[in-house]
Nanobody, 124 residues
Framework: QVQLAESGGGLVQAGDSLRLSCTTSGRTFSSYAMGWFRQAPGKGREFVVAISRSGVVIDSAHSVKGRFTISRDNAKQTVYLQMNSLKPEDTAVYYC?????????????????WGQGTQVTVSS
């Protein structure tokens, strides 16, 4: 079992940057692949980006390539999402997720643990 807590969301203008953090507690952080998802009002939970246990980026959504960067600090048990050049369409609740299995997918239903989410709002 692992507990996840996101922070760093807020209201920004288009073109600005934000860094989200997801701190964890419980079982060994390094045993989990970590990912970020987002959910806009009226839409399903969308995969953003994921990182392996060793820190290799597994995949990222086409819509964020070149703008969003995921990283992890196993010593601090924290995963980060650096978001640059934000657009109004990035507005969503952003969720951190952890996966203990060997197979990492972009399907939200396959991930094991979730945080409560942090709101990111980008104004035009």
């Amino acid at each position: 079992q692992v507990q996840l807590a996101e922070s760093g969301g807020g209201l920004v203008q288009a073109g600005d940057s934000l860094r989200l953090s997801c701190t964890t507690s419980g079982r060994t952080f390094s045993s989990y692949a970590m990912g970020w998802f987002r959910q806009a009002p009226g839409k399903g939970r969308e995969f953003v980006v994921a990182i392996s246990r060793s820190g290799v980026v597994i995949d990222s959504a086409h819509s964020v390539k070149g703008r969003f960067t995921i990283s992890r600090d196993n010593a601090k048990q924290t995963v980060y999402l650096q978001m640059n050049s934000l657009k109004p369409e990035d507005t969503a609740v952003y969720y951190c997720a952890a996966e203990s299995g060997a197979v990492i997918t972009i399907e939200a239903r396959s991930w094991d643990f979730w945080g409560q989410g942090t709101q990111v709002t980008v104004s035009s």
